[in-house]
Nanobody, 124 residues
Framework: QVQLVESGGGLVRAGDSLRLSCAASGHTFSSYGVGWFRQAPGKEREFVAAIAWNSIDTYYTNSVKGRFTLSRDNAKNTAYLQMNSLKSEDTAVYYC?????????????????WGQGTQVTVSS
């Protein structure tokens, strides 16, 4: 079992920055790929970004490329999503998820463990 807890969300203005954290406990976090998803009201959960266990592979959805940056500190069992130049359309609940199988990483069903989510609200 892996337990994930997101933090760092909040209410910011357009153009501001936030850093989300995903703290893990349980099994060896360093073996897991970590994905970030978001869900806005009335919309489906969508892929945002993912980072492989070794931090070498990272993927971003087009709408966040150049604005969001992934990182992880396996010694601290924590993954991060740095979000810069936030836009109102980034408003959503953000979830981190973990998977041992590094494939189909843009699909929520590919992840075994999920956090409870953290709200990000960007006012325009």
């Amino acid at each position: 079992q892996v337990q994930l807890v997101e933090s760092g969300g909040g209410l910011v203005r357009a153009g501001d920055s936030l850093r989300l954290s995903c703290a893990a406990s349980g099994h060896t976090f360093s073996s897991y790929g970590v994905g970030w998803f978001r869900q806005a009201p009335g919309k489906e959960r969508e892929f945002v970004a993912a980072i492989a266990w070794n931090s070498i592979d990272t993927y971003y959805t087009n709408s966040v490329k150049g604005r969001f940056t992934l990182s992880r500190d396996n010694a601290k069992n924590t993954a991060y999503l740095q979000m810069n130049s936030l836009k109102s359309e980034d408003t959503a609940v953000y979830y981190c998820a973990a998977t041992l199988a590094w494939r189909d990483i843009t699909i929520p069903g590919s992840y075994t463990y999920w956090g409870q989510g953290t709200q990000v609200t960007v006012s325009s």
